[in-house]
């Protein structure tokens, strides 16, 4: 069929910078790293990274950083001017993975670094602190025309709505006046106007009406303050307000609230915190159970799809998604999954070489010669089981 759609999940065995030359600009939506940490141990790609570690700390460092940049900027160019990158990166490299994307984006662009909580109980070997965290850091290709959404459902507590009204809905109360005294008569004068109220019944109107008082939004030192909605939005949503008899450390006053739905038209979704819990996103634990599940152990430190797909959730769900540092396959996996789930039409490309497993490795007992070899079975696996085709380039 001419108009059949793709399969959800493309594998390219190759090294990242040869396979992005060969891709053409802006063609990727969400760019999703997990390059090789720079832990002290050998390094797992080859390149010039090895051929320097004897320059000690800051030569490693500068190793790493020039390795990582022709990808990072390949990775620029091929990104949408709508799109967002994720990387992940752990304490070693963060400060020069921050600076080098900071070059390479823009200091403007940079829209989050994240803490992931990826190990509760943190790591016990060793001396020092138990680390328990990586991190996400997060850029858009242009702020201004991004679309990533830093919102979510799933971050949505149903404690925090702990009022019900007389159809079941659930709500919580929002002070109708601007509570940023930033807004006030003199910034904001056409917000600055009376309405009536009956704290007897709630009802809420811009003109007066039997049993109603005349209501002025003011702070609650008594100064005077703005509404937040405009006389036209209260006049369309009456039934969203409430009129109140509130106390204060000025005595009694009548006051507006709107009422805020837990499931307003179109659905509730809340600012993503730069803290995500391994409760929320899953652990390197579950990571290796969930790829256990399809493959065996098979992998040390895999991410979890739930971490995936919560960045998955920033996006559009017709995203065009790129992982040029795949590893175990995670976001393939995920992609699968979120297409399952909501219906939307993700790809992911992911990419990776045919580095050898290490002698011994339980990667390498398994049959997998090579790290794209765990890839590719992944996303076989996934095609097979959750769905959305599987293609290899």
């Known amino acids: 069929?001419?108009?059949?759609?793709?399969?959800?999940?493309?594998?390219?065995?190759?090294?990242?910078?040869?396979?992005?030359?060969?891709?053409?600009?802006?063609?990727?939506?969400?760019?999703?790293?997990?390059?090789?940490?720079?832990?002290?141990?050998?390094?797992?790609?080859?390149?010039?990274?090895?051929?320097?570690?004897?320059?000690?700390?800051?030569?490693?460092?500068?190793?790493?950083?020039a390795y990582l940049r022709p990808r990072i900027e390949a990775g620029h160019r091929v990104l949408a001017e709508t799109g967002a990158l994720f990387v992940s990166i752990d304490d070693h490299?963060?400060?020069?993975l921050r600076l080098l994307l900071d070059d390479v984006y823009g200091e403007a662009n940079f829209l989050a670094q994240v803490v992931v909580n990826l190990n509760p109980k943190g790591r016990q070997l060793g001396k020092g602190f138990a680390t328990s965290h990586e991190y996400l850091l997060v850029y858009a290709k242009d702020a201004a025309r991004c679309v990533l959404d830093a919102t979510s459902a799933t971050t949505v507590v149903e404690a925090d709505f702990p009022l019900e009204?007389?159809?079941?809905?659930?709500?919580?109360?929002?002070?109708?006046?601007?509570?940023?005294?930033?807004?006030?008569?003199?910034?904001?004068?056409?917000?600055?106007?009376?309405?009536w109220g009956d704290p007897a019944t709630g009802q809420v109107a811009t003109e007066p009406f039997p049993g109603a008082v005349e209501i002025k939004p003011v702070f609650g030192d008594g100064t005077p303050a703005v509404w937040r909605w405009s006389r036209p939005r209260i006049d369309e949503r009456p039934d969203d307000l409430e009129c109140r008899l509130v106390r204060g450390a000025r005595g009694e006053r009548v006051d507006v609230y709107q009422r805020d739905w837990r499931h307003p038209v179109g659905g509730r979704r809340k600012k993503l915190p730069t803290i995500w819990l391994a409760e929320e996103v899953g652990s390197t634990d579950t990571a290796v159970a969930e790829l256990k599940e399809l493959l065996g152990h098979v992998f040390e430190s895999p991410k979890p799809t739930g971490l995936l797909l919560r960045v998955l959730g920033t996006m559009p769900d017709d995203a065009r998604v790129l992982d040029y540092f795949a590893g175990s396959g995670t976001t393939g996996h995920a992609v699968a999954l979120a297409n399952a789930a909501d219906g939307g039409r993700r790809t992911c490309l992911s990419v990776n070489s045919a580095e050898p497993t290490r002698?011994?490795?339980?990667?390498?007992?398994?049959?997998h010669p090579t790290v794209s070899s765990v890839t590719r079975a992944r996303l076989q696996a996934v095609a097979e089981r959750v769905g959305g085709g599987f293609t290899e380039l």
């Open 93 to 96: 490299e963060v400060a020069h």
């Open 359 to 367: 002698p011994g490795s339980n990667a390498e007992r398994a049959g």
């Open 165 to 195: 009204a007389a159809d079941g809905r659930r709500y919580r109360r929002l002070p109708l006046r601007n509570t940023n005294k930033r807004f006030n008569p003199l910034s904001t004068p056409t917000l600055h106007f009376p309405v």
């Open 1 to 65: 069929m001419p108009n059949e759609p793709g399969p959800w999940n493309t594998f390219v065995e190759g090294d990242n910078l040869d396979v992005l030359a060969r891709l053409p600009d802006a063609s990727y939506d969400l760019i999703y790293l997990d390059p090789p940490y720079n832990t002290g141990n050998d390094f797992a790609y080859h390149d010039d990274f090895k051929g320097k570690r004897g320059a000690g700390a800051a030569g490693r460092h500068a190793a790493w950083v």
